[in-house]
C-alpha cells in the first residue's frame, strides 16, 4: 500500500475515535431494578372487632364462721356485689346473716340468758374498698398454675343484732384464685369492730369472721 494511502487511513481512524467514545454506552456498575412480574390484586374488606366483656362486675357467695364477742361461734353465710376500678382496686357491697346463741349464759343464769330466746338473729351489711397486694399464681400439680390475689379491704356497715342497730367498721383480708375468666375461689378474714351494751355495760366488741365461697364474674 503506498504511503500516502497508509497516512489517510490513520488520519480517519484518528478522527472517528473520539466520536465512538462519546456514543458508546457507559458501563453499568451493581445489580438493575426488574419489574414486577405479577401484581397482586388485594381485596379489602371491613373486619368487625369482636366485643369482650370486661368482667369489671363480681357476685359472690360465701359461708363460714362468725365469732361474736361474748356469745361464741355461729354459722354464716351471705353475698358479695363487687365492682373492679382498676387491676388492683375494687369495692365491694356485702350481706351477712347468722343466729347467735346465749347458751353459756342461761347455763350459769337459773332464770334464763341475755336474749328473750335461746337464739337471736344477726345481720349486717358493709361496703369495703378492697386492693390487691399480692398478685402471683398457685400450682396444681407441676403443670396446673392458676392466678391468684392476696387483697386487704376495709370499709363501714351496720350490724343489726338482738334489736340493736349499730354502725360497725370492718377490715380483714382475703385470697382469690381465679380458675376460670368468670370464676373464682376465695377465703376471708374479717373483723367486724362495733359496740354492745347487752351485758349492762357499753363497749367495743370485736367479731372476727372466717368464710370461704364462689365469685362470678360478669
Do not use: C
Not at 363460714?64 to 387491676?87: C, D, I, K, M
Not at 343484732?161 to 354502725?167: D, I, S, T, V, Y
Amino acid at each position: 500500500m503506498p504511503l500516502t494511502h497508509k497516512l489517510m487511513l490513520a488520519a480517519t481512524l484518528a478522527a472517528a475515535l473520539p466520536v465512538a467514545a462519546q456514543t458508546a454506552p457507559a458501563p453499568t456498575t451493581g445489580p438493575q431494578p426488574t419489574e414486577q412480574v405479577i401484581v397482586p390484586q388485594v381485596d379489602r374488606r371491613d373486619v368487625k372487632l369482636p366485643r369482650f366483656a370486661s368482667n369489671d362486675f363480681s357476685l359472690g357467695l360465701f359461708a363460714g364462721s362468725y365469732s361474736a364477742q361474748n356469745f361464741g361461734n355461729s354459722a354464716v353465710s351471705g353475698l358479695r356485689l363487687g365492682y373492679h376500678v382498676t387491676e388492683d382496686i375494687f369495692v365491694e357491697g356485702t350481706y351477712g346473716r347468722t343466729k347467735v346463741s346465749d347458751e353459756d349464759f342461761r347455763q350459769i343464769f337459773p332464770n334464763g340468758g341475755i336474749f328473750p330466746t335461746p337464739k337471736q338473729n344477726l345481720s349486717y351489711y358493709n361496703v369495703v374498698a378492697g386492693y390487691n397486694l399480692l398478685p402471683g399464681e398457685v400450682f396444681f400439680g407441676r403443670s396446673n398454675a392458676k392466678i391468684s390475689q392476696g387483697y386487704i379491704v376495709a370499709g363501714v356497715g351496720s350490724t343489726d343484732f338482738a334489736g340493736q342497730k349499730r354502725q360497725t367498721v370492718t377490715a380483714g383480708f382475703g385470697m382469690r384464685v381465679v380458675f376460670k375468666d368468670w370464676l373464682a375461689v376465695q377465703a376471708d378474714v374479717r373483723d367486724h369492730i362495733y359496740t354492745l351494751d347487752l351485758l349492762g355495760k357499753r363497749r367495743n366488741t370485736q367479731n372476727i369472721e372466717l368464710s370461704a365461697g364462689f365469685t362470678f364474674f360478669f
